[in-house]
């Protein structure tokens, strides 16, 4: 007996799967472009190595227990409302560690001599185009949160996590107008958790951008501060691309949500709109997750340069 496939059920399968595919080859390829060292004379810096290697070795480690943290933080709750925290509980892990892996080793990077006097400044190691679609994908999560929470009713448990709408159908020559609801939708008990969550890893992450960008060093030294500059910049990148990490994340799970409650019952050409458009958000998301999930995983050189 032979089974034939429909071209729609071919489409419906396939264009996942490409897609996915597609995705997964950019991110390798991009990694592959980042997979580049900071290059120094370690012989004459033995305390920049060490510094440089403390710093890999705790953000691997922060990598390694963000996962454990992020599937022990989504099985919390009730239906579901630990996945709306478990992004940001994770990132706060990945940068915790990528702060506290420098913090205990800078002074070994700190060599005798008269401090130069600089003048350092955040902006100066966060590179730009990372901190705007990071702060883009923070504006649109915000917004989007925001209309899922207006928009969200009571379910049955009186929680707000359930859509609304009215349907107007013709029933024998009369419209007839029936109300109708499908839940989960992301509404205040998904997403008064995750703001919060989301607030707290911003806090974390402009805690560890200061200290990062303030703690001291011989500025006397030319080739030191080259070098540490780069492992700054590298720290810097490290924090904001597991920030953005955890809103991409978050973005494409609220987007996927929503879209998949609305487009349950549409009724009218206008929440099919919505539910493709909540859908298109949650792909460029998720596209986006992959390339903060590379930046945070291959830190790259520190030179600077556009991922």
Known sequence: MSTVFSPLAL??????????????????????????????DEQRYPGLAALRRATLRSRYVGIGCSVIVFFVVAALGHVGQGLFVAPSAAGMVVIAAIVVGQRLTYTRARTV???????????????????????????????????????????????ARAFTHPCAAQLLGEEQ?????????????????????????LVLAWVGLVATTRRPRNGADPELVRVDDALRRQTAEGIIAAFGLV????????????????????????????SWALAAVALVALSLSLWFAVIVLVPGDGSGRSS
Do not use: K
Request: proline content about 4%; hydrophobic content about 55%; some cysteine.
């Open 247 to 274: 809103v991409a994340t978050t973005l494409a799970g609220l987007s996927y949500a929503a879209a998949v409650t609305v487009g349950a019952e549409a009724c009218t050409a206008t929440f099919v709109l919505g």
């Open 113 to 159: 001599g008269s401090a130069g006097v600089e003048r350092r400044q955040v902006s100066d190691y966060l590179p730009a185009r990372l901190r705007t679609i990071t702060a883009g994908l923070l504006l649109v999560l915000v917004a989007l949160a925001a209309w899922t929470t207006l928009a969200a009713t009571p379910d049955t448990a009186g929680l």
């Open 11 to 40: 489409v419906f399968v396939g264009l996942p799967v490409a897609v996915v595919t597609v995705l997964l080859v950019a991110a390798a390829v991009l990694a592959v472009r980042r997979s580049r060292s900071i290059i120094f």
């Open 177 to 201: 107008v029936h109300v109708s609801t499908s839940t989960p939708f992301p509404g205040a008990y998904y997403t008064v958790g995750m703001a919060l969550g989301i607030l707290a890893v």
